[in-house]
């Protein structure tokens, strides 16, 4: 692959980029129960209908300075910054992970971890949806990879059962539901031991930043627990093996 890098990671960031702007979508009309598919992409100030050549991720926004061709209305910088960001998450994934079923996987996984954690902190809710997406994520991981079905199966229990004791325990104050299930469907793909690794890197995120936001940003006691879950099953997605081979190494020295 590193013979065809020049050519494999530009077009890898430019396929992020493109389905980062779909991502946009998702995230604007998910939590509005509005059509992904069917509905053409219009501005939401004068209901513009988007011609093509609005819609190049970043550089369509940059080119309009943020504003609609026909009423100059502001378009949210949220935009070009999920396209970018899409891009740059599909390309540090296949650098990781190589231009295989593993890495095409993980691409899709940090899609789907990208938009579930903007709609939760914007709405307190993760779509069971994505939840979905990623479980058959999951499903195909397993299938690749059927000598470690083990694992994965574990994976799919471990760290969404802890969450469900903590829910019944609490009566659903303590956790939410999507929380057990997106842990469920990417234990399912990740396995058990970087499913464990990602709940313990999403507490310690959470006990770190949500009380500088409380200080600084007044928020309330109230946590969006999905961003930093995604943030810990993307690390531990990228890095799982390397962390634990280095923790377990430590212990036998």
């Not at 690749?144 to 574990?154: E, S, V």
């Amino acid at each position: 692959m590193k013979e065809y890098a020049i050519i494999i990671y530009p077009l890898v960031f430019i396929y992020g980029i493109v389905v980062g702007s779909f991502l946009n979508v998702c995230i604007y009309r998910i939590p509005k129960r509005e059509s992904i598919v069917t509905t053409p992409s219009h501005c939401m100030s004068c209901g513009y209908g988007l011609k093509w050549y609005d819609l190049i991720p970043v550089f369509s926004w940059l080119w309009l300075r943020g504003k609609c061709r026909k009423c100059k209305a502001p378009v949210s910088v949220q935009y070009p910054l999920v396209e970018l960001v899409n891009g740059l998450l599909w390309l540090f994934t296949i650098y990781l992970c190589g231009l295989t079923v593993e890495g095409i996987l993980y691409c899709l996984f940090a899609s789907a971890l990208l938009v579930l954690s903007v709609i939760d902190f914007r709405t307190y809710e993760i779509p069971f949806g994505i939840n979905v997406f990623i479980a058959l994520l999951g499903v195909v991981r397993v299938c690749t990879d059927l000598k470690q079905w083990f694992f994965y199966l574990i994976g799919l229990f471990l760290v969404s059962g802890i969450f469900g004791i903590i829910f019944l325990l609490t009566k659903g104050k303590g956790m939410g539901g999507g929380d057990i299930k997106l842990m469920a469907a990417a234990g399912l793909l990740l396995g058990g031991p970087e499913i464990f690794l990602a709940m313990l890197l999403g507490c310690l995120f959470a006990v770190l930043i949500h009380p500088v936001r409380m200080i600084f940003a007044k928020e309330g006691h109230r946590l969006a627990f999905g961003p930093y879950l995604a943030v810990g099953c993307l690390l531990a997605a990228w890095f799982g093996n390397d962390i634990i081979s280095w923790y377990l190494a430590m212990w036998q020295v």
